[in-house]
């Protein structure tokens, strides 16, 4: 339903950027009504929210740690969302999952019940 990729292993103040694809078998015409977040989950800590673009406002949204050094992105032509991070910390190391909702509000889309498909991850490690 939902494919992420562009993890890998990069040293602080590097860059990478994640892409999470949505299957047209799931969403077919419906992707531009589903507004985009990203989650992560570091070992032995609870998933988080990272960054949410709203469908309707196209307003974004990111988590206090991340604002200025990630940038999410969408193109709707090629069912793609994207999340620009630079300036990788040690701390941004985390297994990154993407996920669509159907809400367009920033109390909505940084709450993980409020998403109905999710990506099954994928994992970025920063070095120092």
């Known amino acids: 339903q939902l494919q992420a990729y562009g993890g890998g292993l990069v040293q602080a103040g590097g860059s990478l950027r994640l892409s999470c694809t949505a299957s047209a078998h799931t969403f077919g015409r419906n992707f531009g009504i589903y507004s985009m977040g990203w989650f992560r989950q570091a070992p032995g800590k609870e998933r988080e929210f990272v960054s949410a673009?709203?469908?309707?406002?196209?307003?974004?949204w990111y988590a206090d740690s991340v604002k200025g050094r990630f940038t999410i992105s969408r193109d709707n032509d090629r069912n793609t969302v994207y999340l620009q991070m630079n300036s990788l910390k040690p701390e941004d190391t985390a297994l990154y999952y993407c996920a669509a909702s159907p809400y367009y509000s920033y109390s909505d889309l940084t709450w993980i019940p409020k998403y109905d498909y999710w990506g099954q991850g994928t994992l970025v490690t920063v070095s120092s």
């Open positions: 673009k709203s469908y309707r406002s196209g307003s974004t």
